[in-house]
């Protein structure tokens, strides 16, 4: 068990640190370790490869299944009285779903100590974009016509679309280096770039509720807007605690001592 989730050792850390320097947790920082330790005891699943590929198979076809509906109310002709309409908002609805999917796989990863999780990671972002991409082409082609100019109208008459296209656009460079080889080429900076996926999910629910926000009906983006909020807290929260666990555990000699200025970075 990792220290900061034993209570005994906790309590100890929360007056002296393991190296016998004054605990650096104020009030604040105590309330994250908390809140973290008091994450639910889940049993410790381990997948085989076997049952792994089991769940990527049906993880694939459950994420297909808003594009089969499509096509079969299409088949139905029961796309309503605006078919272009429902296909944007569908596909739109569902880019974001999957958006929140991806970004939820860390905090469940870290909550439930299944490290497999990380598996399904990249389907659910790839999935991401490809329903931001059916979403763009049917703006582009049933709502566009592939005219230049009708799309830089509609881009800069509403501004709800600009914030839409932003976040399609940011999504191009995460597509393409989704790759396990461009992972290892881009090594630490794949990480910092593929944060970015924060910034497109608040920009897909800025898109939302700016949509929404004309016809006086944000509920729908407002619960959106709050599950983005807290999967961007956890990772706040998360990083923090990291960073206080890391400080306690730097062995004094390479902590600054007390009253010892310590090295100014140039
Ligand atoms: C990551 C990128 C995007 C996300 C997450 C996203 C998400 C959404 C969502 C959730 C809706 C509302 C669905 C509903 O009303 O139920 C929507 C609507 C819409 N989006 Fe996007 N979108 C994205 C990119 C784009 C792009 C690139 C365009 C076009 C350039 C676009 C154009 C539209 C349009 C025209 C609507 C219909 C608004 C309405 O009339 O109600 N979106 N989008």
Redesign the pocket.
């Given at each position: 068990m990792p220290a900061w989730t034993c209570t005994r050792h906790s309590d100890r850390a929360s007056r002296v640190s393991a190296y016998g320097r004054p605990a650096i947790r104020s009030d604040a920082r105590g309330a994250l370790a908390t809140l973290i330790a008091a994450r639910p005891r889940v049993p410790a699943i381990r997948p085989s490869a076997r049952a792994l590929a089991w769940i990527r198979a049906v993880l694939f076809v459950s994420a297909l299944v808003p594009l089969a509906r499509l096509f079969a109310l299409g088949y139905a002709d029961a796309l309503g009285a605006n078919p272009v309409?429902f296909v944007?908002?569908s596909t739109?609805?569902w880019?974001?779903v999957m958006?929140c999917a991806t970004l939820s796989v860390t905090p469940l990863r870290r909550l439930l100590g299944w490290p497999w999780l990380l598996r399904l990671r990249r389907m659910l972002g790839l999935f991401a974009f490809f329903y931001?991409t059916l979403?763009?082409t049917t703006?582009l082609w049933f709502?566009q016509w592939f005219d230049p100019a009708s799309m830089l109208a509609d881009?800069m008459k509403r501004p709800f679309?600009t914030v839409?296209?932003t976040?399609?656009v940011l999504?191009l460079p995460l597509a393409a280096t989704s790759t396990q080889a461009m992972m290892r080429r881009l090594g630490r900076r794949w990480q910092e770039l593929h944060r970015l996926v924060y910034a497109?999910a608040l920009?897909?629910v800025l898109?939302?509720w700016w949509?929404?926000a004309g016809k006086n009906d944000v509920a729908?983006p407002f619960v959106y807007a709050l599950v983005v909020a807290g999967l961007l807290a956890f990772r706040l929260v998360w990083t923090t605690a990291g960073a206080v666990r890391a400080r306690r555990a730097t062995p004094p000699s390479r902590a600054r001592a007390p009253g010892r200025p310590g090295r100014r970075r140039p």
């Open positions: 309409e944007t908002r739109g609805t880019t974001l958006l931001a979403h763009f703006w709502d881009i679309v839409g296209f976040a399609f999504l497109i920009l897909g898109h939302y949509a929404k729908e």
